[in-house]
């Protein structure tokens, strides 16, 4: 019975120390709508899901054909560059190339195999990425919507940032942790900011319905959000990742009329 607590005393030890290891910094900033000076809120103060709700839904849900297939091909090249009208590309999850008005703009990327701290353990891949890494056309800007493991791919924006050197786009307290792992030159928004890309082209922060966390002890500590690439011919929606909210979807509307297109998620 002795051995038994210890060896649980010790497991238990292990992880918690492993659920700090892996948590991000929080964001240190002043109070308002949405921040309490600890912790994000989300619109309507709506509370996410806790692990109650989440085994239940696991454990009721209806599954279909889920198997691994990686025997299939790579999609083609992209262009250089789409100076006229809009190309996406679609590579995996919440990865998207967004061509349009002669810039590249990645949301999201995730290249490796595991949404994971670790290779060998945690979700894995079960299609290859639609395009390969090194197939990327010159990224000028690079969109992070959270900092949840399979939207935060870390492995991969560093390769990207050491590659193409683009222009980093972050809710607030997410460049701490991407200047923790030596990506330097993030621009941390809060929601409703906008960065100017060019004289044509800016790109806003919007509101979303979600929460953030890499680790135990950053639950919400840094802030989550979708964008809105503004340009003359229509505007761009990047939902990123979040719950059906009806008043700030509405209010997205109104305020970044007339959206063109729309990248929504619909599941993993």
């Known amino acids: 019975m002795i051995i038994f607590l210890i060896l649980l005393f010790i497991s238990l030890t292990l992880i918690v120390a492993m659920g700090y290891f892996i948590s991000a910094p929080p964001y240190k900033g002043p109070v308002s709508d949405h921040f309490d000076g600890k912790q994000f809120i989300n619109p309507g103060n709506v ?16 599954r279909g054909e889920w198997k691994e297939v990686m025997e299939t091909n790579y999609g ?15 590579v995996n999850h919440s990865t998207f190339l967004i061509q349009v008005n002669g810039v590249n703009i990645l949301t999201d990327p995730i290249w490796s195999k595991r949404t994971s701290p670790f290779e060998w353990v945690g ?14 056309p010159r990224i000028d800007v690079l969109l992070l919507s959270h900092n949840h493991w399979d939207h935060l791919d870390i492995v991969t924006v560093k390769k990207i940032n050491t590659a193409h050197r683009p222009q980093i786009i972050t809710p607030l307290g997410v460049k701490s942790f991407l200047d923790l792992h030596g990506v330097t030159g993030a621009r941390d928004t809060d929601w409703w900011d906008t960065v100017e890309v060019n004289r044509t082209l800016s790109i806003q922060s919007v509101p979303a319905q979600h929460f953030s966390g890499r680790g135990t002890f950053d639950r919400n500590a840094t802030l989550w959000c979708g964008y809105v690439i503004h340009r003359p011919a229509g505007n761009i929606y990047f939902v990123g990742d979040t719950g059906y909210n009806d008043k700030t979807f509405k209010e997205i509307g109104e305020r970044c009329a007339p959206i063109y297109l729309s990248l929504v998620p619909i599941g993993a």
Do not use: C, Q, Y
């Open 47 to 62: 509370m996410a899901k806790g692990f109650r709700e989440v085994l239940k839904w696991m454990s009721n849900r209806k």
């Open 76 to 90: 083609e090249k992209p262009a250089a560059r789409i100076n006229d009208g809009v190309r996406i590309t679609f």
């Open 123 to 136: 979700p894995k891949r079960m299609r290859p990425p639609g395009i390969r890494l090194e197939d990327l």
